[in-house]
């Protein structure tokens, strides 16, 4: 299995922006597919993002759409996800996770390794 460790979250004003990053160990993040999920008190995880294994096909949610982007940099072995204009519901611990399936999903199931999230906390 690949390890994925997640870094990059913080306190940050609503209209800020935060990098995170996912960094694989053990196999190249080429071979999977990422997503990054999040989840907000009180509420069930949410995909938010995903890029595919083959080729680098990327997928947003509504509710980051326009704000965020998802990018690999196979070099480091890490995945990113820029996060701009944030806003206090995107409050919540983020977690990256890879999934062998060659396509773009947010099914829990199919991903067979996770970070251990990084929190993200959008407050004036």
């Known amino acids: 299995q690949v390890q994925l460790v997640e870094s990059g979250g913080g306190l940050v004003q609503p209209g800020g922006s935060l990098r995170l990053s996912c960094v694989g160990s053990g196999y190249t993040l080429n071979y999977f597919t990422i997503a990054w999920f999040r989840q907000a008190p009180g509420k069930e995880r949410e995909g938010v993002s995903c890029i595919t294994s083959i080729d680098g096909d990327t997928r947003y949610e509504d509710s980051v759409k326009g704000r965020f982007i998802i990018s690999r940099d196979s070099a480091k072995n890490t995945v990113y996800l820029q996060m701009n204009s944030l806003k206090p519901e995107d409050t919540g611990v983020y977690y990256c996770?890879?999934?062998?399936?060659?396509?773009?999903?947010?099914?829990?199931?199919?991903?067979?390794?996770w970070g251990q999230g990084t929190q993200v906390t959008v407050s004036s």
């Open positions: 996770a890879a999934s062998a399936a060659a396509r773009c999903h947010y099914n829990p199931v199919e991903f067979a390794s």
